[in-house]
């Protein structure tokens, strides 16, 4: 059964229900031969990528990561990352943090998030 959070760098980080956006593709190339005729190349593996809307809490703790954790992973090469499914992989964002509209976050008290819109790549060695 699929965890409700993502986990980067050990933090983890709540999934909005309707921002969960997996995500693989074959890397393909098409190219012209010296003869005319077409011939791709495909990668072995597919490139996973990852979509995903976050529920940020203001005041983060051991466990579950704040803004600026979130930003401290964005800025880092690669960080590690766990999927909902406890499936682990070393990633990088591939766009900058995006935070959605404060009218669709919890604003007060103890529960008071962002919502983060994040894209990440998995990390080709």
Do not use: C
């Not at 803004?67 to 090469?77: F, G, S």
């Not at 591939?94 to 990390?123: C, F, M, S, T």
Request: proline share 6%; hydrophobic share 35%; aromatic share 12%.
């Amino acid at each position: 059964m699929a965890n409700a959070f993502i986990s980067l760098n050990s933090k983890r980080y709540k999934i909005s229900a309707l921002g969960y956006e997996p995500e693989a593709t074959t890397p393909r190339r098409i190219r012209r031969g010296l003869t005319g005729k077409d011939f791709s190349q495909q990668a072995a593996n597919p490139v996973k990528r990852w979509r995903y809307r976050l529920k940020v809490p203001w005041a983060g703790d051991a466990t579950w990561g704040d803004l600026e954790d979130l930003e401290t992973a964005e800025a880092a090469n690669y960080v590690a990352f766990t999927d909902p499914h406890g499936n682990n992989y070393n990633i990088y964002f591939e766009v900058p943090l995006v935070e959605k509209p404060k009218q669709h976050a919890n604003l007060d008290g103890a529960d008071a998030e962002y919502l983060i819109d994040v894209q990440i790549r998995e990390r080709r060695s």
